[in-house]
């Protein structure tokens, strides 16, 4: 299974990206995806995931509202959209593919891991 994150970039505080992880190598609408996140000195945390069908999402406190993640089955493409994003966002994104069609936030749900795409925010 190989991922590919692209989309990052430097934003403004309150502007607005789209990730997006490409993916291949095994069903990709059999399984569940996810992005997850890594600041400086600090641990990964759970962004956002979403189920093989696309119809189940969870979110981070963090982000809700804020962050809306997507999928398009037809283009094994997952989707991020960052919205007023802060600096406290700043981070690498890294997307992730489900170790079965559980969507829980956790990230033992998930065993495969992209390259990761770098987000700055400035304020």
């Known amino acids: 299974v190989q991922l590919q994150a692209s989309g990052g970039g430097l934003v403004q505080t309150g502007g607005s990206l789209r990730l997006s992880c490409a993916a291949s190598?095994?069903?990709?609408?059999?399984?569940?995806m996810g992005w997850f996140r890594q600041a400086p000195g600090k641990e990964r945390e759970s962004v956002a995931t979403?189920?093989?069908?696309?119809?189940?999402?969870y979110y981070a406190d963090s982000v809700k509202g804020r962050f809306t993640i997507s999928r398009d089955n037809a283009k094994n493409t997952v989707y991020l959209q960052m919205n007023s994003l802060k600096p406290e966002d700043m981070a690498v994104y890294y997307c992730?593919?489900?170790?079965?069609?559980?969507?829980?936030?956790?990230?033992?749900?998930?065993?495969?891991w992209g390259q990761g795409t770098e987000v700055t925010v400035s304020s």
């Open positions: 190598g095994r069903s990709f609408s059999s399984y569940a």
């Open positions: 979403i189920s093989g069908s696309g119809a189940g999402t």
């Open positions: 992730a593919s489900g170790r079965s069609r559980g969507y829980g936030l956790s990230s033992n749900n998930y065993d495969y």
